[in-house]
């Protein structure tokens, strides 16, 4: 499970509430997203109007817009994260509402998997619990099978096997 965070140019990194979020300029990744799943959910749910001003599905150049000041957005933290370093951005945590995702790797049920898909799964498992435990992914929990999870707010990372 993902956690999704207000991504903002500002320097200012503490939580932010929802109804703030919604009243600023924000950009969106593309309806297909889940994050602007999540987010037009919890907005709607909240009864509030986003100020929205653009979409953009392509991640790098919704960073780029982000971080010229255009507006903030509603994105994992791993968008921050081009692996050897975190771009200027800033991950501001929604203090009143849980922005959560699912992460999967699926398979079909008809058929049978190749164990080049098997090994393929087990090496992407393997990169997600090395990003999570060295504090790279953060806002995550990770869960096997069908067992539900529930982010801790006072630690972003938590590992379940």
């Known amino acids: 499970m993902e956690e999704l965070f207000y991504v903002t140019a500002e320097p200012d990194a503490s939580p932010i509430t929802l109804a703030d979020v919604a009243a600023r300029p924000l950009l969106m990744s593309g309806p297909g997203s889940g994050s602007q799943q999540v987010a037009d959910q919890i907005f709607r749910t909240r009864g509030l109007n986003p100020t929205l001003i653009g979409e953009l599905d392509a991640l790098d150049p919704l960073c780029r817009a982000i971080a010229s000041g255009i507006g903030g957005a509603i994105l994992p933290w791993c968008a921050l994260y081009d692996g050897t370093r975190r771009i200027a951005l800033t991950s501001r945590r929604v203090a009143d509402a849980e922005l959560i995702r699912p992460v999967s790797i699926c398979f079909p049920e008809v058929g049978q998997r190749n164990p080049a898909v098997d090994a ?21 929990s990770l869960i096997s099978g069908n067992q539900k999870s529930h982010l801790d707010r006072r630690s972003p990372i938590r590992i379940q096997n």
């Not at 393929?120 to 995550?140: H, K, P």
């Open 120 to 140: 393929v799964a087990r090496t992407l498992r393997s990169l997600v619990e090395d990003l999570i435990e060295r504090g790279i992914w953060q806002g995550v």
